[in-house]
């Protein structure tokens, strides 16, 4: 009988043609194994209907910042793309503007959507065309298309997708299919189902010769626009180009219900609870609540460094969470200027915490006073929330008991760990008591 080459068979075999490990451990090097231009489009200008939701999907705010912006930065932050163009509806246009304007987008350039995802796609591919409208952007020989609404990507994916187009004139990421896919009847009843092993879903980002693509969407029909779902099946039809299909991670899930958008918030927020750095300070009181905490934090699965003060931190540009010790109950001017260094180490696009923590060791304070305290710390809050900062005081009921301060170390370690990990803004400004 026959052999019939499985299509997981083709997808590994040509994997192994145009991987390049070669590449991929000069880029861990540091040398960059891109030597021809490349850009991106991502088309945008969707209304995100399955959400159910007023706002497109894309610029829903996922910590404050809009989903489209972390895909972005995926993006702009691999130093051998050049460009972006973000395609979006035109009613959109000034919102997709303020959004580059506040999180210091540098790299993309806006272009109107169309009627269908193939119509904004076309319309982004234009932008680097004699024909487009506007200004015309350099062409890249290689143009990866991703969707605007899937934010997680990594810069080693992108090479093997970007590596196999330059090489093949078109690769796509595929993953195994979930469920299996069937046909039904007219009248609703099954026709058939496909056999599940052989079949992959197809995911984005794909990457294309631009000329390639350009030209295989100039010979698009009025139906494949409308109808059209899959940017290879047009290479294939129009410029007789087979796209190798490259397996990617789980990761590059699309978000497309309203549920997928507390998933997107949940991995999101699961990245940046990672790690903590403690400022310890000098004196051996705060040093040894340190260590308490390095090792209650570490058996909670966070990494944790700690340093004596925020001067020696190059750490921190890596470390999200800040974790502030102090005897006395901190002044307002302390925390303003504590956060302004902090603010100096820190990449503002993504929401970090900053706690802090202290020692009650000078004994009870007035009731008047804790209020004044409270309400100073509530103000800071809310202007550093603006600025993408999460402020939290915890305040330690200091004992000598040995068991009276075990049980105070286990309850600050859990609040710290939900206060990362939750990142809630109704607790920001919050005092609370261990
Ligand atoms: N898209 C686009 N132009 C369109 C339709 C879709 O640029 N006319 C974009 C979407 O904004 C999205 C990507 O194509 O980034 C993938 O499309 P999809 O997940 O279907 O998004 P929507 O069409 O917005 O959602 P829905 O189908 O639920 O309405
Ligand atoms: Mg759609």
Redesign the pocket.
Known sequence: MEKHETCSERTVERQRDVTNEDCLSELTKGRCPVNFPVAVVL?????????GLST???FCKILGRPLISYTIHAFERVFWIDSIVV?VAKESHDLMTDIIQKYNHTKVKIVE?????H???FNGLLAFSEQGFGPKLQKPKVVIIH???RPFLEEDFLLKITLAANKQGASGAVRPLVSTVVAATTGGYLDHSLERARYRASEMPQGFIYDIIYQAYQHCSEAEFKFGTECLELALQHCGTSAVLIEGPSSLW?V?HKQDLASAEAVIKESLSQSACIITGECTETQNLSTWMKNGLMAEGMWVDAIPNIEQGMTLSTNRNLIKLSVNSPKSVEIEEFMKMCEETKDVLYPFVILWVYLNVSGQASFSQENDEASAIMTLAEDAQKRNIFLYCVRLSYSKDSTECERTMNKLCQITVALIRDRSAAFSGQMLYA
Not at 43 to 51: L, N, Q
């Open positions: 088309p945008a200008a969707g209304s995100g209907e399955r959400t497109p999907k894309q395609v959507g169309g009627s269908t995802r119509r904004s796609i969707d605007a609404v699309k497309t």
